[in-house]
């Protein structure tokens, strides 16, 4: 029965330990990953357990999910270093992704980073081999590197962030003067949240933005009160609306409906090494999506094992807003990369020179799959 080895990084991505063996019989990797500080921590698993041989598809996998095989041989490694962001009710289908390559037996090491530029670094800096992470970041370092990643699949085609506030902050003009909390400039919850005060006709240059972290620490900030406002996901910010009394003053989906929340990509090098591998991930990423919009049932139970004390209401809705409005990437998404390019130009965060889009999106391994097995 294997295990998934998650470690939770803090802004230094580097790190260390020793790779531990998932599943019998696969092999590991070489080296260790170094750290400045002693940051790293062994988290709980966030994956449900498997079936006993590679040959069994999930039973949780609903009609019209395809069963994909995996012939080892045909592989080019069996293991992977994926740098991802935290487990949260919006990356259920990662949780789902990571259970179906592990039963495939497929050994993942998965590293878990605040903010998606230090998820970036990781990957650029050959730290890891995929990055699973908002789109701005991924684009931000193929502009400044001309090309130092590859897009092979979305997986979210929407963002599921709600812009929360405190009580006296009855309105998104109340937000005037204000202090809101973002992760760190660049990263998803800057961006948008600025393209969401423009869109309603707030003046941008009269609110302070305030380095604060992810989700959970602008909730934080919130709850004491150091912010009047901040962005976060769906879950998180209706679960904290009922605890500490904070209130939605806009969905973000609402302003932006055409922006794709989480991008793969990897090195040109990378995958040059693993077609195969590749083709095999973009396969389970898409398995992934479609079990989620299928399987509302299945969906929540395994938010349970990742994300704990979300009320189960709050759940409820929360898939309701995913499956009823197109979040899950069940073709792959990649008509989704345009408009997301798109809308960081005119917000000033990609110049026109980013590089021509031939050389940082590759879409044939989704071609592949949905030549295969149809469009959902």
């Known amino acids: ?20 063996v998932l599943l019998a019989g696969c092999g590991g990797t070489d080296g260790s990953l170094e750290t400045t500080e002693a940051t790293t921590t062994q988290t709980a698993d966030a994956t449900t357990a498997g079936p006993d041989t590679t040959t069994e598809t999930p039973e949780t996998t609903p009609s019209g999910v ?6 080892h041989s045909e592989l080019e490694s069996t293991n992977l270093r ?5 487990p949260s009710f919006d990356t259920i289908t990662d ?12 050994e993942v090491e998965t590293f878990e980073f605040e903010t998606s530029p230090d998820t970036v670094r990781a990957v ?34 929407k963002t599921d962030y709600y812009l929360m506030s405190t ?43 305030a380095q604060i972290g992810g989700t959970s620490a602008r909730v934080a900030a919130l709850a004491d009160g150091q912010i009047q406002a901040g962005a976060a996901h769906a879950a998180d910010g209706l679960a ?76 409820s809705d929360v898939y309701d807003l995913f499956a009823d409005e197109g979040f899950f990437a069940v073709n792959g998404g990649m008509n989704m990369i345009d408009p997301t390019a798109q809308l960081e130009q005119r ?17 044939t391994y989704v071609e592949d799959y949905l030549g295969r097995v149809g469009e959902y």
Request: overall charge negative.
């Open 1 to 20: 029965m294997s295990t998934l080895n998650r470690k939770r990084i803090g802004r230094n991505f580097r790190f260390i330990g020793v790779i531990v």
């Open 66 to 71: 395809t069963e994909t095989t995996v012939n």
């Open 82 to 86: 994926l740098a991802t962001s935290p």
């Open 95 to 106: 949780a789902y992704w990571l259970q179906l390559l592990e039963e495939a037996g497929i």
């Open 124 to 157: 650029a800096a050959g730290e890891g081999d995929l990055v699973n992470t908002s789109p701005l970041a991924i684009m931000q370092y193929i502009e400044a590197s001309d090309g130092g990643l590859q897009v092979i699949a979305v997986e979210l085609l």
């Open 167 to 209: 009580p006296e902050v009855g309105s998104l003009e109340d937000l005037e003067g204000q202090i809101v909390g973002i992760s760190e400039p660049g990263d998803l919850s800057d961006s948008l949240t600025r393209v969401v005060l423009e869109e309603a006709g707030i003046d941008v240059s009269s609110i302070e933005f």
């Open 240 to 315: 904290a609306a009922e605890e500490f009394g904070l209130q939605p003053l806009a969905r973000y989906v609402d302003y932006v409906p055409d922006y794709a929340q989480r991008f793969l990509a990897a090195t040109p090098e990378w995958l040059e090494e693993h077609p195969a591998l590749a083709q095999f991930l973009v396969d389970t990423l898409i398995e992934a999506q479609r079990w989620a919009q299928e399987d509302k049932d299945a969906y929540i139970a395994l938010s349970e094992e990742v994300v704990e004390g979300l009320p189960a209401e709050i759940s």
């Open 347 to 363: 917000q000033g965060n990609l110049s026109d020179d980013l590089p021509d889009r031939s050389t940082w999106v590759d879409p």
